[in-house]
């Protein structure tokens, strides 16, 4: 086991909270390893190294191979966002003296598994006068934290009668941010004074913001704040062999894909990997892998090879290429062993998942590679004594999932899921085993070497 690469898998997951603190991460470890920024490049050529970001959210990252583009290139394909809460424009509000933080869930969570947590908010806030205020706020250990409260048994007799998806409902996922003095036995002078005179929590907390960030109450519209766990990764078990860390999913296979091209060094065929954002809500938006921002990267260094762009070279550029869609799977969990075709299911410390298809049920939403391309990905790991297994998520009926796999084969290119296992997926903390996150990064630097 490389124990650098864990601890310095650790350090992204405590920097990378957000797509966008992983963008900037993801950035400054290319540079240090000799990557420019695509605009500040003129011409491209074998050898050289370059990234593309697209709105501080999603970034691509190519080493330019020794044969021509249009022959295809290697291709590491994984998403950077997470499950979690993200606070609404309008947040803030105060009842019954606690004042609270409005949120959005985002991704597909249990919503009963984020109360009564410490939770961190990150994110920006953009104002009106083109400035930008980052906000990191739950991390440090002087930090104030956040919580969502919830029922005490005593009194929870109705709600533990509930089903689990609505015990919890969304719109109860709201941070605690502040509290105030209850003014219950007011004095003649308080009866008399109106509502706008009155003492105010929320206008305290405002006051907190506008002193600590120079935030308006109105900037809040025009900001990306989204609701964590707080605090940092974790050795899980007596014998260290497991992390315990949120974001996981898929931050394991962003990690492992980006760490393997850094020191993958220049291969034959260009090397690229591809970290997006919004696969949890469907791979939508602009920064998502559905819209045309890998292709308008791709593009991008075709522009800039020696003899300009050409439609023709991009095109065959992405049909001719191969590509691991970097994503978690599934791991077996033995206590609800019912729910997996255990033949057929991943286990934890077994080595990098490869995934034919995934999609659910009846192979919907997924992306079936060929059994050629498997049969060569087998033959890279094999030579480079890779440990691999093969899976499916849970058995046929019980559920199923989608990476991002479908929206790259459109361009007709070879396609195959491969990632770590994960034992609960989408909890705040998920589960990893650190033999997995080696075995990946070896998979994954095998692959950029195929020819």
Known sequence: ???SLITAYKQFLDIGKTERECVVEIAKQAEQNGYKNIEAVSV?????????????????????????????????GAHIDSPRLDVKQHPIYEKDFVVYLNTHYYG??????????????????CKTDGSTVTISIGEKETDPVFCISDILPHMAQDQMKEKASDFISGESLDLIIGSGKPTKNEDKDDKEKSDKDKPSVKKAVLALLKQTYNIEESDLLSAEL?????????DLGLDRS?????????????????????????????ACCVCVDKEEIGSDGATGMSSHVFENAVSRVVEKLEGGYSELTLRRCLENSNMLSS???????PMNSGLYDKDNASFLGGGIVFNKYTGSRGKYGASDANA??????????????????????????QGGGGTIALYAAKYGM?????????????????????????QAYNAYKAFLQID
């Not at 050529?45 to 970034?59: E, L, T």
């Not at 989204?226 to 974790?234: F, H, I, L, N």
């Not at 049969?375 to 009926?397: C, F, I, L, N, T």
């Open 372 to 397: 050629e391309y498997l049969a060569k990905v087998r033959a890279a790991m094999e030579k480079a004594g890779v440990a691999y297994q093969m899976s499916e998520m849970g058995k046929v009926d």
């Open 242 to 270: 497991l992390i315990l860390a949120y974001g996981q999913d898929d931050r394991s296979c962003a990690f492992t894909s980006f760490k393997a091209l850094l020191d993958a060094g220049v291969c034959k065929r260009t």
């Open 44 to 76: 491209v050529k074998p050898g050289d190294k370059v990234y593309v970001q697209k709105m501080n959210k999603s970034i691509m990252l190519f080493t330019i191979g020794s044969e021509p583009m249009a022959s295809g290139m290697n291709i590491l």
């Open 414 to 438: 070879n396609v195959l899921d491969a990632g770590v296992s994960v034992l609960s997926m989408h909890a705040p903390w998920e589960i990893t085993s650190k033999e997995d996150i080696c």
């Open 1 to 3: 086991m490389e124990e």
């Open 108 to 125: 597909g969570i249990k919503k009963y598994q984020w109360v009564t947590l410490p939770l961190a908010i990150h994110g920006v806030v």
């Open 226 to 234: 989204e609701v964590v766990p707080a605090g940092k990764a974790r």
């Open 327 to 333: 994503d978690v799977n599934a791991a077996f969990d």
